[in-house]
Antibody, heavy 127, light 113 residues
Framework: QLQLQESGSGLVKPSQTLSLTCAVSGGSISSGTYSWSWIRQPPGKGLEWIGYIYQSGSTYYNASLKSRVTISVDRSESQVSLKLSSVTAADTAVYYCARSDRYCSSTSCRYPYFDYWGQGTLVTVSS | DIVMTQSPDSLAVSLGERATLNCKSS????????????LAWYQQKPGQPPKLLIY???TRESGVPDRFSGSGSGTDFTLTISSLQAEDVAVYYCQQYYSLPITFGQGTRLEIK
């Protein structure tokens, strides 16, 4: 059974960089058919997709965060990482990692719905 | 970006009764080449991550009780719980994966009346 576990700094000062890791176990992180996303949820609010990494390390970031986000993968450690720079209080949220399995139609491929999620980790931005 | 709007924001239903949750997308999420609607539903209970219930608008994820069903096409979708159980109290989100960025609705909070 695939398991995802987020970890990292729970308290980050404004203007600093948030760093999180998602450890993947019970399955291969290296399959070319998977994408690994980061999704966040401010306390009491809805879900915001941050971006994903897929195939051999290609990435796509939500434009709302693109200038501040870096997602990377360490296949030897079976980990996916998230870095978010220049954080403010608005970045306070539970951060989830999630997997999507590629679907290809006759004309295009997508990384659709999220079938596995980590438990999430709360990051608070405060001085 | 495709905006997903869910209604109502909250809903109270009696045990054993039907619950109907709605999701509307700002543009069609129906992909004409394969006739699939690129829409999923999730259930989130307090302190837990979202759980996938439905994908392709109407395909139930393995292990999800058959009282959960999804319907709709194009821009208008519905999640129906045929007979509400106590364990169904949660917030429900729809998500489109037709185009990037992936976007979610704001959620519908489902409670027991």
């Amino acid at each position: 059974q695939l398991q995802l576990q987020e970890s990292g700094s729970g308290l980050v000062k404004p203007s600093q960089t948030l760093s999180l890791t998602c450890a993947v176990s019970g399955g291969s992180i290296s399959s070319g058919t998977y994408s690994w996303s980061w999704i966040r949820q401010p306390p009491g609010k809805g879900l915001e997709w941050i971006g994903y990494i897929y195939q051999s390390g290609s990435t796509y970031y939500n434009a709302s965060l693109k200038s501040r986000v870096t997602i990377s993968v360490d296949r030897s450690e079976s980990q996916v990482s998230l870095k978010l720079s220049s954080v403010t209080a608005a970045d306070t949220a539970v951060y989830y990692c999630a997997r999507s399995d590629r679907y290809c139609s006759s004309t295009s491929c997508r990384y659709p719905y999220f079938d596995y999620w980590g438990q999430g980790t709360l990051v608070t931005v405060s001085s | 970006d495709i905006v997903m709007t869910q209604s109502p924001d909250s809903l109270a239903v009696s045990l054993g009764e039907r619950a109907t949750l709605n999701c509307k997308s700002s543009q069609s999420v129906l992909y004409s080449s394969n006739n699939h609607n690129y829409l999923a539903w999730y259930q989130q209970k307090p302190g837990q991550p979202p759980k996938l219930l439905i994908y392709w608008a109407s395909t139930r994820e393995s292990g999800v009780p058959d009282r959960f069903s999804g319907s709709g096409s194009g821009t208008d979708f519905t999640l129906t719980i045929s007979s509400l159980q106590a364990e169904d109290v949660a917030v429900y989100y729809c998500q489109q994966y037709y185009s990037l960025p992936i976007t979610f609705g704001q959620g519908t909070r489902l409670e027991i009346k």
